[in-house]
């Protein structure tokens, strides 16, 4: 008898095939009848696969009573409920590191295309407009000031990344970390005023719920790029649409959105603004990878061998 695991989000590259071959899968999401589903198989499920965004709540997991683990196919968790895991003795899984270049090389992508104006011009072209007159020029990036919030397994890769566009690297978190030769800000708001670009890459949830607000904005400035591959909740949105409209903060470049996939339609129509879909680790490679690690966490657990990747 195969283990059954309930699978309680899609996930663009998640191998459901190769997963089938391992467990008897219900897919809580494609369900008509969500609740009906639930009450057939809750007394038998042994796992939840869920995705870094999907929620997985105290309810669910008191739903069933077999649970054994709850492997998550992203790195951040915040969606779970871990503290509610773990008062059952329930580990919980993500997918680290795997998907480190591919989120960087986003986070590089955005700040280059908020600065320069990639989309823009595409934008520009596609519409016929140029034969009428160019666009506005733009800003350079080499050789800039780039604040990091969050100076983890991410972070650290984009560093690197913006190492060879010359740029000259601050960071902000809550510890100074030791083994990188950058500027540390004890201060969010010092390491805002003294940048030209802000890229966050913390992870989600309640202790960094709108860590960047208002007062960092404005720090950063009307000549000041926002780009956002962490989590929504991160950055105030109403803040920053606040911000954008005055000319208080000079553009943003957002890969995710507080209540995604709904991105505030004041957002839409601003030149100064890129937005992508949570894009971040969407490449077949790394999404291929993260499947992978998902699985292996899964299949792992129930041959009895340690998880590869626990979270803490
Ligand atoms: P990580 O290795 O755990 O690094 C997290 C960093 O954030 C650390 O430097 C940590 O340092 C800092 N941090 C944590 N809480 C903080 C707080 N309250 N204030 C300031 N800094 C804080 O995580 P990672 O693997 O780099 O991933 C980071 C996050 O990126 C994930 O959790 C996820 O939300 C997001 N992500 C998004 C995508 C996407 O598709 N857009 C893809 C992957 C990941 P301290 O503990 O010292 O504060
Ligand atoms: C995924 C992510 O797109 O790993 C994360 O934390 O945000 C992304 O890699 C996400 O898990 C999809 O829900």
């Known amino acids: 008898m195969k283990p059954e695991i309930l699978s309680v989000a899609d996930f663009a590259g998640f191998d459901f095939a190769l997963m089938e071959t391992h467990f008897t899968v219900h897919r809580l999401w ?15 499920v042994r796992g939840i696969q869920t995705t870094g965004t999907a929620t997985v709540s105290p309810a669910l997991i008191e739903r069933l009573p077999k649970l054994e683990i709850i492997a998550c196919c992203g790195v951040g968790y915040d969606g779970i409920d871990v503290a509610a895991a773990r008062r059952r003795g329930i580990p919980v899984t993500n997918t680290p590191d795997v998907l480190n270049d591919c989120v960087a090389d986003l ?14 011009g595409d934008r520009h072209v596609r519409a016929g ?23 983890g397994r991410i972070g650290r890769i984009i560093a690197r990344r913006a190492s060879g566009f010359d740029m000259r690297i601050a960071y902000h978190a809550r510890r100074r970390v030791d083994d990188v030769p950058f500027a540390y800000h004890a201060k969010l708001v010092d390491l805002a005023a003294d940048s030209d670009y802000l890229v966050v890459i913390v992870p989600g949830g309640r202790e960094t719920y709108r860590l960047v607000n208002e007062a960092v ?29 005055e000319g208080a903060l000079g ?12 991105v505030p339609e004041a957002l839409w129509t601003m030149e100064n603004v890129v937005l992508v879909p949570h894009i971040g680790s969407a490449t077949r490679e790394t999404r291929a990878a993260m499947c992978k690690l998902t699985l292996d966490n899964l299949v792992a657990h129930f041959a009895g061998r340690p998880l590869l990747t626990p979270v803490a």
């Open 30 to 44: 494609r369900a008509d009848d969500p609740e009906k589903l639930l009450a057939e198989v809750a007394p038998r």
């Open 107 to 120: 986070a590089i992508g955005l700040l280059i295309d908020a600065s320069r104006g990639i989309a823009r």
């Open 129 to 151: 407009r140029w034969p009428k007159g160019g666009v506005p020029l733009a800003a350079r990036v080499s050789g800039k000031r780039l604040g990091i919030v969050g100076m």
């Open 217 to 245: 904005m404005r720090a950063l400035g009307p000549q000041g790029i926002l780009v956002n591959v962490a989590r929504g909740s991160v950055v105030d949105e109403a803040a920053l649409v606040k911000c954008l409209r």
């Open 251 to 262: 553009g943003a470049a957002l890969d995710v959105f507080e209540a995604e996939p709904r």
